[in-house]
């Protein structure tokens, strides 16, 4: 038994999974959908609660994976990616902004300048 999920509703999921996909409910969904339904809402209830972020934080943080993005240019679609700065090429999107939060942290922040921007925020977002 699953100590993150209700008993009452362990059982409801286990007569859901002795069911078979192709059966359609009252409503018309069917039972692969609720159960796959119900499967990703206990994920997300065993994670426990959302941890609150600053929203000035988050801002900022999307502000630089902006950055790295845009500091990653397609060569090949869906194939090479090449890095802006050095211009090293990689095999996909995820590990050239892996080697430039990596091996060009300087520039980063040289370029994006963190208390400026909080500054910035701090001016207009009152």
């Given amino acids: 038994m699953n100590p993150e999920v209700p008993s009452d509703l362990e059982t409801q999921l286990q007569l859901l999974t002795k069911l078979k996909p192709t059966t359609s409910l009252k409503w018309g969904g069917s039972i692969t959908f609720l159960q796959r ?66 091996k060009h942290q300087d520039v980063v922040n040289e370029t994006y300048e963190k208390e400026s921007t909080k500054d910035w925020l701090e001016r207009n977002i009152q």
């Fill in 37 to 102: 339904y119900i499967s990703q809402a206990f994920k997300r209830l065993s994670k426990g609660p959302k941890e609150l972020v600053d929203p000035e934080q988050e801002f900022i943080q999307l502000d630089i994976e902006d950055y790295l993005k845009y500091k990653c240019k397609e060569i090949l679609p869906n194939e090479r990616y090449m890095c802006e700065i050095c211009k090293k090429v990689f095999k996909g999107e995820d590990f050239v902004l892996k080697h430039i939060k990596n």
